[in-house]
């Protein structure tokens, strides 16, 4: 990799002019907010649970001449990993592909991001000669992760124990406190019979 460039500090202005692409493999250890994500159940991954998920991540600048006026500076952001999650249905774990593909445009300053953000389907960035690109995968493969992991189709047909169903019946039978309190407002409403 080209010294040049390191991606706890890219000059994104550089990068971007030349046109240069990089891309590579990170271990999921290397970023921690994302690990979070990962359980470590041996059913998730019982063929090499020792081994640590692996991020396949690729970034590619690009220089958009405008005429007559500055140039367009965008990043273009690929990362993928299997995360090893906990499926919310059985409990079990669950691999999940998780893909991230965004593209960043960067301006002068908070201000021009600020006022073009209503009318830009890309994300807009503050221009800097200091990007972390690491934190910026990390935040794009937290954003695809699913909130609710599921196995299409779950392996154990054992979802849940009989003190947990007996809960969400419980749950469920509860009125709804708003509904309630609808009708004692009504009431006064109500025409005198
Ligand atoms: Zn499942």
Do not use: Y
Request: overall charge negative.
């Amino acid at each position: 990799m080209d010294k040049k460039f390191d991606l706890n500090h890219l000059n994104v202005k550089a990068f971007a002019r030349e046109s240069l692409s990089l891309l590579g493999q990170q271990s999921i250890t290397h970023f921690a907010r994302l690990a979070e994500l990962a359980v470590n159940l041996e059913e998730a991954s019982p063929n090499d649970s020792s081994k640590p998920s692996q991020i396949s991540w690729s970034i590619q600048g690009e220089w958009v001449p405008v005429a007559g006026g500055d140039a367009q500076i965008w990043l273009h952001l690929k990362a993928e990993l299997e995360l090893p999650m906990q499926c919310q249905r059985c409990m079990g774990g669950v691999n999940v592909s998780v893909a991230a593909n965004q593209s960043f445009r960067f301006v002068p300053d908070e201000a021009t991001a600020e006022s073009e953000d209503d009318e830009s389907e890309e994300d807009l960035l503050v221009l800097t000669p200091d990007l972390n690109v690491w934190e910026l995968i990390e935040d794009e493969l937290i954003m695809s992760a699913p909130i609710v992991p599921k196995h299409p189709i779950c392996p154990n047909l054992v979802p849940m124990s009989a003190v947990d169903h007996a809960f969400e019946v419980a749950l469920d039978a509860r009125p709804n406190p708003f509904a309630a309190l609808a009708k004692l407002k009504k009431k006064p409403n109500e025409s005198p019979r």
